[in-house]
């Protein structure tokens, strides 16, 4: 079963365009959803991330925008730049209970120079 | 400051064989969790070590065993290998206490399976 769903698969842009991706979720008792950024040969690194309680959070060109009664929330990159191309995953967790994060399956964010 | 670092860096086993990767957390640190990111998929959590006892696990089965030692270092073992374990291993620190819980993660240890 998989309790957070993520789309697109994969995504082109041009560069100085918005990059969106959006994920849902299922188990409300969720309350912390970070986004990861993973470049090739590397971990995944946090990018932001956002509780329950608040419907927007941005930070540089990077905005996460939440919907709770909807349980769905995006990612929108700004100004989307070539060095932002990289794997980006959504993500839940159960930060006051277990904090194991569970992972959607990725966006593959290709920038055209 | 040096991060979360883990190594071999790359493996190759065979069918059957039995594998230890190895972490070490982030400076400060001291819960260490193991992740599996199969290609073209999102980590997925195998446990999590804190105080050299393992306190949660994921959906994985007991071919996939681990330990922290005293300086919060890890290891991951996984016994009987199948092909299906091919994959990036990753491995995450972050403090046991504290209100700031940000996971950090290391590059992995990339395992195939032939």
């Known amino acids: 079963q998989q309790q957070v769903k993520q789309s697109p698969q994969s995504l082109i842009v041009q560069k100085g365009g918005i990059s969106i991706i959006n994920c849902a979720y299922e188990n409300t008792a969720f309350d912390y959803f970070p986004w990861y950024q993973q470049f090739p040969g590397k971990g995944p690194a946090l990018l932001i991330a956002i509780r329950p309680d608040v419907s927007e959070k941005k930070e540089g060109r990077f905005t996460i925008s939440f919907n709770k009664s909807a349980k769905q929330f995006s990612l929108h990159i700004m100004d989307s730049q070539p060095g932002d191309s990289a794997t980006y995953f959504c993500a839940a967790s159960l930060e006051h209970r277990d904090d194991k994060i569970i992972f959607g399956k990725g966006t593959r964010l290709h920038i055209l120079p | 400051d040096a991060g979360v670092t883990q190594s071999p860096t790359h493996l190759i086993k065979t069918r059957g064989q039995q594998v230890t990767l190895r972490c070490s957390p982030k400076?400060?640190?001291?819960?260490v969790s193991w992740y599996q990111q199969a290609l073209g998929q999102g980590p997925q959590f195998i446990f999590q070590?804190?105080?050299?006892?393992?306190?949660q696990r994921g959906n994985f089965p007991d071919r996939f065993s681990g330990h922290q030692f005293p300086n919060y270092s890890s290891e991951l073992n996984v016994n009987a290998l199948l092909l299906g374990d091919s994959a990036l291993y990753l491995c995450?620190?972050?403090?046991?206490?504290?209100?700031?819980?940000?996971?950090?993660f290391g590059p992995g240890t990339r395992l195939l399976v032939l």
């Open positions: 070590y804190y105080e050299e006892e393992e306190r």
């Open positions: 400076s400060g640190h001291d819960t």
């Open positions: 995450a620190s972050r403090p046991g206490t504290g209100v700031i819980r940000t996971q950090y």
